[in-house]
């Protein structure tokens, strides 16, 4: 019989959280209030002491802008979700070629830049 501590869904949930934080330069303190959620409910989050509610995980999904999915550990990308995405998506076809070019690059770039701060967040790297 397994533990809790064995559900391989709240250790996926758990590890992203943190590591998105992590990434993301912010304590459990600062990430909690900016998610206007109670620190201890990150923290037990995060340990995997307890699973987010739905409404939860799309607040999280849509402050960290991924999806679910990806929360849930049902995908191993963090695909771009949430209310920035559809914003960006829904501005594309006003949007000269050239400069989308140029957006795509960056958009390249940026990624580049999170998945290195990633890497070093779940290497406990600073």
Request: no cysteine; glycine share 10%.
């Amino acid at each position: 019989m397994g533990t809790e501590a064995d559900d391989p869904v709240k250790e996926a949930i758990s590890g992203r959280i943190r590591n998105l934080r992590v990434g993301k330069g912010l304590s459990q303190q600062e990430a909690a209030g900016k998610l206007g959620l109670q620190p201890a409910a990150l923290s037990h989050f995060e340990n995997g002491l307890r699973v987010p509610s739905f409404e939860n995980l799309r607040k999280l999904a849509d402050f960290y802008s991924v999806s679910v999915d990806y929360l849930l550990g049902r995908v191993e990308e963090p695909k771009a979700s949430g209310p920035e995405a559809e914003a960006l998506f829904r501005s594309i076809d006003g949007i000269d070629p050239d400069d989308l070019k140029a957006l795509v690059k960056m958009a390249q770039s940026l990624a580049e830049r999170n998945r290195r701060q990633r890497k070093a967040a779940e290497h406990g790297e600073g």
